[in-house]
């Protein structure tokens, strides 16, 4: 059996592996889009590394773009194996795909503008809306914890990671010259006390272990900690200096868990009196969905929904979808909190709020989640002075702020935790994925002092034998 690394390889984005059986069809694990390194992204995105036509399955750990945002395209290229991932997995993805195809396709149109008066030729998309829609009908969602029978010597079983609604470890069993070998694909691993996902919980024992590593040299601050933060810092922005409150957040989990924050507040009477938007239409849809998996959701909220119907929305809050009402906010003078995405203000109605509030300090940008190095987000939260949004400098005059905690991803302690249901002297191999190299340099020793072993950090399009 055979493993290639085609992303997240020594970075965080870009999930891909490709896993080769001695008999049967090539697995590919994730299928993510890489994100942040400017005109770089686009060519990286389109040398796969692989034919897509000879790919029989795609087993998805969760919906987040950098691990599924590349579907689309290997349907374009000629995939039509089946993919499997849980229920919400799937859900989400059926409304991520699609945005994310919108996205490129107007920010392709923007582009060729540009490129024409310059007499450049045109470029395409890596994939359209139709691509996103059609690809839909190869998913297959399967509930947490079932062991789902893929072929005669492929099962899988998804346990939940509490990253983001639907994520789980892929659990591959594979049989092999008729012994079944575990195969362990962490994905993205969350913490144990999340404001709203239920907890990450143990794991089938693995052979072969491929994990994460985005915060393997870190430490998150307590939970409760940050919302007292956050509220500290809706009061200093809103209240004490009349500004407004900028956050860039992903559409799908960290904006559910701001909103989850600030309607807790609202409901013990410490919100102040000022609206709330939450402006995307993909969170508005998503939110939709966060309400539909209940499952998913930790016994806090279910405890709260005893009382409170809807922990999603409250009377000051208002969800934004058309881009009219988006623009009126520019022309907004009251303090107010503007929750929109990208988390990382690469791409979306973030990057025009941040455009028009940056340079008045009275407002505030709040980053509540990791920023790749490369990204806008970055640049703002590493202490830039002036950055180019659109093309056009802009003075970052804002206060910014940071608050990790927030972060759905666990640090390296909790990882850590999260790892010793195994018995490390069972697990042949060990792969470290999704991380920033040093890093990942810094987690292995962390893991070896945890008593784990063979410990590899493999490179781009690096393949070994396991």
């Known amino acids: 059996m055979k493993l290639k690394f085609l992303g997240a390889a020594r970075e965080v984005t870009g999930s891909k592996i490709i896993l080769t059986p001695e008999s049967g069809k090539n697995m590919l694990l994730d299928c993510g889009m890489f994100q942040g390194k400017g005109l770089e992204t686009d060519s990286m995105n389109r040398e796969l590394g692989f034919d897509p036509s000879k790919i029989g399955y795609i087993i998805l750990t969760h919906a987040h773009i950098d691990h599924s945002g590349l579907i689309p395209y290997v349907y374009k290229l000629g995939f039509r194996g089946s993919i499997i991932c849980t229920n919400a997995t799937r859900d989400l993805c059926s409304i991520m795909l699609a945005d994310t195809a919108y996205i490129q396709e107007h920010d392709v149109k923007t582009f060729n503008k540009r490129r024409a008066k310059k007499g450049l030729p045109q470029v395409t998309p890596l994939f359209d809306q139709n691509d996103a829609k059609e690809c839909m009908s190869l998913f297959i969602g399967v509930p947490h914890d079932m062991k789902f029978r893929i072929n005669e010597s492929l099962k899988v079983k998804f346990t939940n990671t509490g990253h983001m609604l639907g994520s789980g470890v892929a659990n591959l069993f594979v049989t092999e010259n008729g012994v079944e070998r575990h195969i362990a694909y962490t994905g993205d691993i969350g913490r144990p006390s999340g404001r709203i996902l239920a907890p990450p919980v143990p794991f089938p024992q693995a052979e072969v272990l491929i994990t994460e590593s985005t915060y393997g040299d870190r430490l998150h601050k307590d939970v409760s900690s940050a919302d007292d933060e956050l509220l500290e810092t809706v009061i200093h922005t809103c209240v004490d200096k009349g500004g407004k409150l900028i956050i860039p957040s992903f559409s799908v989990g960290r904006t559910q868990e701001i909103v989850y924050s600030l309607n807790t507040f609202f409901n013990a009477g410490k919100l102040p009196k000022v609206d709330i938007y939450v402006d995307s239409p993909l969170a508005v849809n998503a939110t939709s969905i966060f309400r539909m998996h209940t499952e ?45 995405a990208s988390g990382m203000a690469e791409a979306g ?118």
């Open 296 to 340: 998913g959701l930790n016994k806090e909220i279910h405890r709260m929904m005893e009382t409170d119907t809807d922990p999603f929305g409250f009377n000051s809050l208002f969800y934004i979808t058309r881009q009219e009402d988006s623009k009126k906010l520019n022309d907004h003078k009251k303090p107010c909190i503007i929750i929109s």
């Open 349 to 466: 109605r973030i990057k025009h709020h941040l455009a028009n509030n940056i340079e008045d300090p009275r407002n505030t940008v709040l980053f509540v989640g990791y920023c790749s190095p490369s990204t806008l987000g970055a640049r703002i939260e590493g202490g830039a002075k002036e950055v180019s949004i659109f093309g056009i400098p802009h003075q970052v005059n804002a206060e910014v702020r940071s608050l990790d905690s927030f972060s759905g991803h666990a640090d390296y302690s909790e990882l850590i935790k999260f790892l010793d249901c195994q018995d490390k002297n069972a697990i042949r191999n060990t792969f470290i994925v999704h991380g920033e190299y040093q890093t990942q340099i810094n987690y292995t020793a962390r893991l070896k002092e945890a008593g784990f072993g063979n410990i590899e950090i493999p490179a781009m399009r690096q393949e070994f034998e396991v």
